[in-house]
């Protein structure tokens, strides 16, 4: 490594650390990592309480919501349709910008990469720690448009222009405002970190340490981070300009100024499509981390497992259109759209496909990692096909803008993207904070987990084909879809135990940080770098950085008295002599 | 000797078909995912140094930024009837030219200064990074100049799409400048201080690479606003 002596001092300085540059401007990747996660965490709690809300409205319109008579004093809890536009706009904000960005790309991002490449840190310490703080004080200004006159923004996650674009029209004024401020900053801050990983994954990797020896995690965080960086920059520029629109009058997407409304949603969604792949390939890259360690295999097809995040990250660029079919499109741009949309599936299935091989005849224990791990593929399977219809322009026609996308959404981020964070979660945690969680909380976490979101979520896709439209105020108003409301019910109901069965996870994330069993240096016996650190790693190894033999999947190897070969471990001496004579 | 090698025997591999978890293993060397055979690490020389690399990233992020913004302008701009609109002050494209002249002498200047660090004269390279922010300093200057003129002839941000995407690009590049500007003065100081004469000079050629690449989105920006 380039890792010069004065750099090394510093690091080795990190002991006589006072408490705030310990816990709060911390440098340290490890200590970065766990402020996004708790930032995510937090923000998780507020995105599902707005999402009850939203539910409680769809199944019992126009009822006192139970605890918000204090909030929402002239009404007696009753939301109006302005609240309940503000609520699931915010739900959907907060859930995709505050808490799976931060936790997966975030904390893992910050985690995986330095532990797992074998560096000591990030490329740039200083401009990590700038990236988080630059992230929460975005997390701050978005929290803060709940307190404006006028209310948050409620023209939904996508704020189309014009709704967006003109105060009057949704009566928000400063919310809106905010929202968009919020995510430039926040766009500013993930462009300083995802410079830095990339830089990270590109200079700073051990010796031995060759691309193709990568962990596959630490390939989706790279691509990730490669999205992220040239992704944001155009919502960036689409907030500012809707910002102008809103504070300078500016007429960028304002019709009576000769603006354009469509401009928007073609900025919004090239962001938005690539966005969706940097909330889900984290995840990918976490259940090809998983899987191995839990079936004792080799991952199936790992060189085919980066080319297809690869070829994911270039045909993300070409399939935003897919948002838009009934935006107003020329129908042979329609088209293209529909094939490329189609194509983009194939990299997901060979991902799949390699799961399924990796499983396939292994030795199976379904500890709790695991079990969200294989959550995660299975729901990214039901996901992934229910993308498929609605990426056909005749089917999306029918079910665009109705609950079937909501399904979908809901099956990719949430059975997707936050299982995988889970998975992430309970596999990391002994290295994250030195302590085992509890197996039986964990099992109690996750089934009824696993059981209420597939209540909760496949009946949208009934109800969606029914008809009922996504962000309506109240469903009984529409004669047509009044004898499916007993759905819209047991959806309800079934979101409630869904927010429930979060309790004992916080219990357990909360009881193990304290009280947790030690862990061990490496629990799971696994084989990549992060597990040769000391649990939890300070200054990530002592005074030598390991050196990297072989590639990250060696299990049931036949060249090891155990049944993993860790990447660290030096070769016996015989073997590599015999094969170097072919 | 060669005759004898190639009669030899291939060396027999101990047969280690051990089955676990009823899967067989493939023939070694076992790829578990991996760079194959070749077994000896060694340390790597990086192709370019972080601060540079980061840089170039940055780049890549500031373009797709940009590009969004290009992007909307052409697209108010090919769907206005008339453009410039009649009723509306027209851009002063000669000063702005001129102007342009400026900044891009400062680049050569920035070309100028890496080159003296390079043949070890820091008190040129000092020299070379003042005049190359001054004339950075003059092209605000002017443009700031230009920009309280339009006011004054009644271009405002609010006077429709000519004045929204002519106010939003070229601030959005002005405030660019100065962020720039600022980068250089930091460099600047450290040069002055002679940090650059024996330790990394790294961050003098990012901030070099990133002075270039906002010197060279201003020619895009002027025929793109000004001329076309
Ligand atoms: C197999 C790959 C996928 C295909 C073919 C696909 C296809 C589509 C299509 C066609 C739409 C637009 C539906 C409409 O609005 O009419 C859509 C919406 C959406 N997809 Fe996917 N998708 C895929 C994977 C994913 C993944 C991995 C994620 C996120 C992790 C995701 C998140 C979303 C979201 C959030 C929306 C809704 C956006 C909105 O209108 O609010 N999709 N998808
Ligand atoms: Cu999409």
């Known amino acids: 490594m380039k890792q010069n002596p004065k750099r090394r001092a510093g690091h080795t300085g990190h002991h006589e650390l006072g408490f705030v540059r310990t816990y709060i401007f911390s440098q340290d990747h490890k200590m970065i990592a766990r402020q996004f996660l708790f930032m995510g965490l937090f923000m998780m709690i507020i995105g599902g309480l707005l999402a009850l809300i939203v539910r409680w409205q769809l199944a019992w319109p126009e009822t006192a919501v139970p605890g918000l008579g204090?909030?929402?004093?002239?009404?007696?809890?009753?939301?109006?349709?302005?609240?309940?536009?503000?609520?699931?706009?915010?739900?959907?904000?907060?859930?995709?910008?505050?808490?799976?960005?931060?936790?997966?790309?975030?904390?893992?991002?910050?985690?995986?990469?330095?532990?797992?490449?074998?560096?000591?840190?990030?490329?740039?310490?200083?401009?990590?720690?700038?990236?988080?703080?630059?992230?929460?004080?975005?997390?701050?200004?978005?929290?803060?448009?709940?307190?404006?006159?006028?209310?948050?923004?409620?023209?939904?996650?996508t704020s189309y222009a014009p709704l967006s674009a003109v105060p009057e029209y949704t009566g928000v004024n400063w919310g809106q405002n905010l929202w968009c401020i919020s995510l430039f900053v926040m766009g500013v801050g993930s462009m300083m970190g995802s410079i830095n990983y990339i830089t990270t994954v590109i200079n700073m990797r051990a010796p031995g340490m060759k691309l193709f020896r990568m962990p596959l995690v630490v390939w989706?965080?790279?691509?990730?981070?490669?999205?992220?960086?040239?992704?944001?920059?155009?919502?960036?520029?689409?907030?500012?300009?809707?910002?102008?629109?809103?504070?300078?009058?500016?007429?960028?997407?304002?019709?009576?100024?000769?603006?354009?409304?469509?401009?928007?949603?073609?900025?919004?969604?090239?962001?938005?499509?690539?966005?969706?792949?940097?909330?889900?390939?984290?995840?990918?890259?976490?259940?090809?981390?998983?899987?191995?360690?839990?079936?004792?295999?080799?991952?199936?097809?790992?060189?085919?497992?980066?080319?297809?995040?690869?070829?994911?990250?270039?045909?993300?660029?070409?399939?935003?259109?897919?948002?838009?079919?009934?935006?107003?499109?020329?129908?042979?741009?329609?088209?293209s759209f529909m094939v490329t949309t189609m194509i983009i599936a194939v990299p997901s299935a060979i991902k799949t496909f390699n799961w399924l091989g990796t499983l396939w005849g292994g030795r199976i224990t379904f500890k709790v990692p695991m079990l969200n791990a294989l959550a995660f593929v299975s729901m990214f399977v039901i996901g992934g096909l229910s993308g498929i219809f609605m990426a056909s322009t005749p089917v999306d026609i029918y079910i665009q803008d109705t609950y079937f996308i909501v399904a979908h959404i809901h099956y990719v981020v949430f059975g997707g993207s936050i299982f995988g964070a889970f998975a992430a979660i309970y596999y990391w945690f002994p290295?994250?904070?030195?302590?085992?969680?509890?197996?039986?909380?964990?099992?109690?976490?996750?089934?009824?987990?696993?059981?209420?979101?597939?209540?909760?979520f496949f009946p949208m896709h009934i109800i969606g084909v029914g008809g009922q439209m996504r962000r309506i105020y109240n469903p009984m108003q529409y004669e047509f879809l009044q004898h499916q409301q007993h759905w819209n019910v047991f959806i309800t109901y079934s979101a409630l135990l869904l927010g429930l069965s979060q309790i004992p996870f916080v219990i357990n994330f909360f009881w193990s940080l304290f009280a947790g069993q030690k862990a061990p240096m490496n629990p799971w016996n696994a084989t990549t770098l992060e597990w040769s650190a000391p649990s939890p790693p300070h200054l990530n190894w002592g005074a030598r950085i390991p050196t990297v033999y072989r590639g990250p999947y060696e299990y049931s190897s036949p060249e090891s008295q155990e049944d993993f070969l860790p990447q660290w471990q030096q070769p016996s001496v015989a073997a590599p002599a015999e094969r170097r004579r072919h | 000797m060669a005759f004898a090698t190639v009669l030899e025997a291939p060396p027999r591999r101990r047969p280690v078909v051990r089955r676990r978890n009823g899967y067989l293993p493939p023939p070694p060397p076992p790829t578990g995912g991996g760079d194959g055979p070749e077994r000896d690490p060694e340390p790597r020389r990086p192709f370019l140094d972080n601060a540079r690399?980061?840089?170039?990233?940055?780049?890549?992020?500031?373009?797709?930024?940009?590009?969004?913004?290009?992007?909307?302008?052409?697209?108010?701009?090919?769907?206005?009837?008339?453009?410039?609109?009649?009723?509306?002050?027209?851009?002063?494209?000669?000063?702005?030219?001129?102007?342009?002249?400026?900044l891009l002498s400062s680049s050569v200047l920035m070309i100028g200064a890496v080159r003296a660090l390079a043949r070890k004269q820091p008190g040129e390279v000092v020299r070379r990074l003042a005049w190359a922010g001054a004339l950075g300093l003059v092209f605000l200057a002017v443009q700031g100049y230009e920009w309280a003129r339009l006011v004054g002839f009644g271009l405002t941000v609010s006077s429709g799409a000519y004045g929204a995407t002519f106010y939003t690009l070229i601030g959005v590049h002005g405030v660019h400048v100065l962020g720039a500007l600022v980068w250089l003065a930091v460099v600047l100081m450290h040069a002055a201080l002679g940090r650059y004469a024996d330790g990394p000079t790294a961050g003098l050629r990012a901030c070099a690479i990133y002075w270039h690449f906002i010197v060279a989105l201003w020619p895009i920006l002027y025929v793109a606003v000004y001329l076309l």
């Open chain 2, 53 to 102: 690399l980061a840089t170039l990233f940055l780049i890549g992020g500031e373009i797709m930024f940009f590009g969004g913004l290009v992007v909307a302008f052409f697209v108010l701009r090919i769907a206005a009837p008339v453009w410039p609109p009649p009723d509306q002050p027209r851009l002063p494209v000669g000063v702005t030219g001129v102007n342009t002249l400026v």
């Open chain 1, 431 to 456: 290295k994250l904070f030195g302590r085992m969680t509890n197996p039986f909380l964990g099992h109690l976490h996750f089934w009824p987990t696993f059981l209420f979101f597939n209540l909760t």
């Open chain 1, 220 to 335: 989706s965080l790279f691509i990730t981070a490669i999205l992220l960086l040239l992704a944001l920059p155009v919502l960036t520029s689409g907030v500012a300009m809707l910002l102008f629109d809103r504070t300078l009058g500016t007429s960028w997407f304002k019709p009576s100024g000769g603006g354009e409304p469509l401009l928007w949603q073609h900025l919004f969604w090239y962001f938005g499509h690539p966005e969706v792949y940097i909330l889900i390939l984290p995840a990918m890259g976490i259940a090809s981390e998983i899987l191995p360690v839990f079936c004792r295999k080799p991952i199936f097809g790992y060189h085919a497992m980066a080319f297809s995040m690869i070829a994911i990250a270039f045909l993300s660029w070409v399939v935003y259109g897919h948002h838009m079919f009934v935006s107003g499109m020329n129908p042979a741009l329609g088209m």
């Open chain 1, 70 to 157: 204090g909030i929402l004093k002239e009404t007696n809890g009753i939301l109006e349709p302005s609240t309940y536009n503000m609520a699931f706009t915010m739900h959907a904000t907060i859930m995709i910008f505050f808490v799976v960005m931060p936790i997966l790309a975030g904390c893992f991002g910050n985690f995986c990469i330095p532990l797992m490449l074998g560096a000591r840190d990030m490329a740039f310490p200083f401009l990590n720690m700038l990236s988080f703080w630059t992230t929460f004080t975005a997390g701050l200004i978005m929290l803060s448009g709940f307190f404006v006159p006028g209310g948050h923004a409620a023209a939904g996650w």
